[in-house]
């Protein structure tokens, strides 16, 4: 039993991911205590000072033991692309864990471009590796799994492994007798979480007005965590309720956290993502009532709590709050916590670390068992030949090739309508980008590969008809196109070769008031010159069409090769 588990940071005053690296190296010593000397950690940076009792090494510490231990598990806790990292357990032929606390889903940062760039790395690179066949992954809930799998993952290759809070390790935890709902008259609402667009700042903010209006006392709002830069947009937030009292306390230390814990009547979580969301573990495990929206990884895992909602409904989380102030109530919550909190417990955890660990190495099948649908669990002789053929695939590993797919949730939501709508302006602005580009004079060309056409054929961008007989009418005609307001000229990029032909037709029409503009041009005027018109467009709505039009019958052929537009 040799295990090496490495994090790439143990430096961080909050750091959940570093925490849960710790918390499995030390519980895994505790399972194994025949294996204590075999079982080490290791980080790229770290604090002593901050983990003093840690014996934790550096990178070249772990290279090292790779080499003496080639058969030995490493479990790699993953917090974004670490390239140097990835490439080596790639490489490595042992089978490797990558533990996945999950990443935030980029939308919530798509005005954000610093942190988008960060989120979607992280995504494309989890999608690179979860196809490699030396890799096992460790996830933090059944909501990871689900993402892990929309991204291509397996099931078959995951296991679930709940991340670890410190306050696991409460002998004694608050007693529901010793705290009463807001005894001076006060509310105290509690939120613990970075402070980052999708936790919900900005609905607790709100909701606290909400109380403040229906109770008539006051609401202080407490809020915990790291702050990025949309602090500010919270705080701007903040100020349409000048009623409302709000703290930010940033980073706070353990013995901080615990003092505003004590302090708390109510804990919120309203946030739109969570992987796991520990805070909410902690506040039931220090007696606080919470209430939560049971969304993502909290939907399953709230699943029994009387006060996790499924729907966003700000008048029922402020009805919950306002509810407690029966004592019953409040009583009544406390104790249905305490049944919750079953579910997360140091034995859970520990069965969880001893599972994953069979499960990589083939020693059990009771993973594979939780991915199957009930009712094929439920017929115990079928499920075990397909978990037998599930078997036989793993134990001959191979890298899949991903097929991109939906992931099943199809659900439309504000941010994704939102999204396209940037994504769909950007690409109008870029669009007509050209016609501000004095380097190409402003002008955009459209190819004829977007144009209509009459039996012609493409020989590369350029549309060519070879000689032959064509009737009368519009030969080319397209790409029916919107343009920004503004007048334009159109100059077409044709030639035409016939001896029943003195001239060719060019035009231009919209949808919304026809023909614009027309000129017949000489073909003896058009080997020299390409024809142009002039027009105006004064509605963005409408749409444009560019054609070529022949007035008889003819015998020839025509090569055509798009138009160039430009605004004046």
């Known amino acids: 039993m040799k295990i090496a588990f490495l994090v790439q940071g143990l430096f961080e005053k909050s750091d959940s991911i570093g925490f849960d690296c710790i918390y499995e190296y030390e519980r895994t010593k505790v399972l194994f205590p025949k294996y204590v000397n075999q079982i080490r950690i290791f980080a790229e940076r770290f604090d002593t000072a901050r983990h003093p009792t840690v014996p934790i090494e550096n990178l070249d510490a772990f290279y090292a033991w790779c080499r003496a231990n080639p058969e030995g598990t ?15 357990l790639t490489k490595r032929p042992i089978p490797s864990v990558i533990r996945w606390h999950n990443n935030t889903s980029p939308w919530f940062y798509f005005s954000k471009k610093r942190y988008l760039a960060h989120t979607v790395e992280g995504f494309e690179n989890i999608i690179k590796i979860a196809a490699k066949p030396n890799l096992f992954f460790w996830v933090n809930s059944s909501f990871t799994r689900d993402q892990f799998v929309a991204l291509g993952g397996q099931t078959s290759r995951s296991a679930i492994v709940f991340p670890a809070s410190r306050y696991l390790k409460k002998t004694t935890p608050v007693q529901a007798v010793e705290r009463r709902f807001a005894p001076n008259g006060i509310i105290n609402m509690l939120f613990v979480g970075r402070v980052v667009p999708h936790k919900g700042h900005k609905s607790i903010i709100s909701l606290a007005d909400r109380v403040r209006q229906a109770t008539g006392k006051p609401v202080i709002v407490h809020f915990a965590g790291r702050e990025d830069d949309v602090k500010a947009d919270i705080e701007l937030h903040a100020t349409k309720f000048p009623d409302v009292e709000v703290h930010f306390y940033g980073e706070v ?23 796991f969301g520990l805070p909410v573990f902690e506040a039931m495990r220090c007696g606080i009532p919470t209430i939560v929206w049971s969304t993502t990884a909290l939907q399953e895992l709230m699943v ?49 670390i001893l599972d994953a660990l069979a499960t ?11 991915i199957l649908p009930p009712a094929l669990q439920s017929q115990p002789e079928i499920a075990l030949a397909v978990v037998e053929q599930m078997q036989k695939a793993q134990s001959m590993p191979h890298e899949n090739a991903l097929v991109d797919r939906d992931s099943g949730y199809n659900l439309f939501s504000r941010y994704d309508i939102e999204t396209f709508r940037k994504f769909f302006d950007r690409s109008e602005r870029l669009r007509f980008a050209a016609f501000e580009n004095f380097k190409k004079n402003g002008q955009y060309r459209i190819s004829a590969r977007e ?15 070879k000689s032959g007989s064509y009737s009368a009418g519009h030969l080319i005609f397209g790409p029916y196109r919107d343009l920004p307001t503004g007048n334009f000229t159109v100059m077409f990029d044709l030639s035409v070769i016939s001896h029943d ?24 005027k058009l080997v020299k010159d390409m024809p142009t018109l002039k027009f105006r467009c004064d509605d963005e709505n409408d749409v ?22 430009s605004q004046f």
């Open 360 to 370: 990589m190495k083939g020693e059990t099948n009771t993973q594979l068992y939780t």
């Open 304 to 352: 029994d709590h009387p006060l996790g909602f499924r729907y966003y409904d700000l008048n029922m989380f402020a009805g919950a709050i306002v509810a407690l102030q029966n004592e019953e109530v409040y009583r009544l919550v406390l104790s249905a916590q305490k049944r919750v909190l079953e579910s997360y417990t140091v034995e859970i955890l520990d069965a969880q």
């Open 74 to 88: 490493v479990i790699y806790h993953y917090c974004g692309a670490w390239e140097e990292m990835d490439a080596f």
């Open 451 to 465: 144009f209509h056409h009459k039996e012609g054929k493409f020989e590369g961008d350029v549309l060519y008809f």
């Open 253 to 275: 230390s353990n013995a901080e956290l615990d003092g505003l814990y004590q302090i708390a009547d109510v804990f919120l979580c309203l946030s739109e993502h969570e992987g």
């Open 501 to 524: 032909l003195m001239s060719v037709v060019v035009d231009v029409s919209s949808q919304k008031y026809g023909l614009l503009d027309q000129k017949k041009v000489s073909l003896t």
């Open 544 to 565: 444009f069409e560019f054609r070529v039009k022949f007035e008889k019958n003819f015998n020839g052929e025509v090569v055509f090769r798009g138009v160039m537009l």
